[in-house]
């Protein structure tokens, strides 16, 4: 899903999550014991987290993770919950400029509310998703290192067509301002009210030994897979 100039799929919600893996507190020199969690379980809060921007699942996420954290000199938090909102806050007017760029600079301006109408909806029907985990495989060990995968699924919106291609093909049909403005608020709304589909996917996690927590420091690459169905 690509939009102007090559613009790759979901960069905004990449570069957000990646500063929402915050870097804030020094290491210290001894640390509690993860609670013991099972995969699925800890599965549910990444997913929680990365997908839905939860922010219970935010803060029970980086308590079972901090002691690990810390014992392996990283920051104590793995996510930052208000990273996560700013970036919520922010997508629908950086989104909405890209939309409204692919459209002639003459009408840009008018179009922008409805482009960023679109983006808020985009945004917001990812947010929703209702997700899953369903069961994870056996842990299998090697080399001390504990490592299994947890299924999951993710109920999301079916539109009839994605809103990259969506917003490129009406900019290209030679639509007037007014009858652009409309498609876009079409687009927009079939995000509101388009039926479900699933996508199931798998997540790895992994742990040195039984007293550490089940981890997977590049999560978001799992769940920015999301991106090609919505």
């Known amino acids: 899903m690509h939009l102007k100039q090559q613009a790759p799929r979901a960069t905004l919600l990449a570069a957000a999550l990646a500063a929402a893996v915050a870097l804030a507190q020094p290491a210290i020199a001894v640390t509690p014991v993860a609670v013991e969690l099972a995969p699925v379980d800890v599965a549910n809060l990444y997913i929680k987290t990365i997908v839905n921007h939860d922010e219970a699942s935010v803060a029970k996420l980086n308590a079972y993770l901090r002691p690990t954290r810390l014992a392996g000199h990283q920051s104590a938090e793995y996510a930052s919950y208000s990273a996560l909102k700013e970036t919520d806050a922010q997508f629908p007017a950086e989104t909405g400029k890209l939309i409204a760029d692919l459209f002639p600079a003459a009408m840009q301006a008018a179009l922008t509310p409805a482009a960023e109408l679109l983006a808020a909806n985009?945004?917001?029907?990812?947010?929703?998703?209702?997700?899953?985990?369903?069961?994870?495989?056996?842990?299998?060990?090697?080399?001390?290192?504990?490592?299994?995968?947890?299924?999951?699924?993710?109920?999301?919106v079916k539109v009839p067509v994605a809103w990259a291609p969506a917003s490129q093909q009406l900019a290209k049909s030679g639509c007037k301002a007014e009858q652009c403005i409309a498609g876009l608020k079409k687009i927009a709304a079939t995000y509101a009210s388009a039926p479900k589909q699933t996508w199931r996917a798998v997540f790895p996690i992994s742990r040195e030994k039984s007293s550490e927590a089940w981890r997977n420091d590049f999560a978001r690459e799992t769940f920015d897979e999301i991106w090609d169905y919505l």
Request: hydrophobic letters at 40%; a negative charge; charged letters at 15%.
């Open 122 to 156: 985009v945004i917001a029907a990812k947010n929703g998703a209702a997700c899953q985990a369903t069961k994870a495989d056996p842990a299998t060990e090697e080399n001390g290192m504990q490592t299994t995968v947890v299924s999951f699924e993710c109920q999301l």
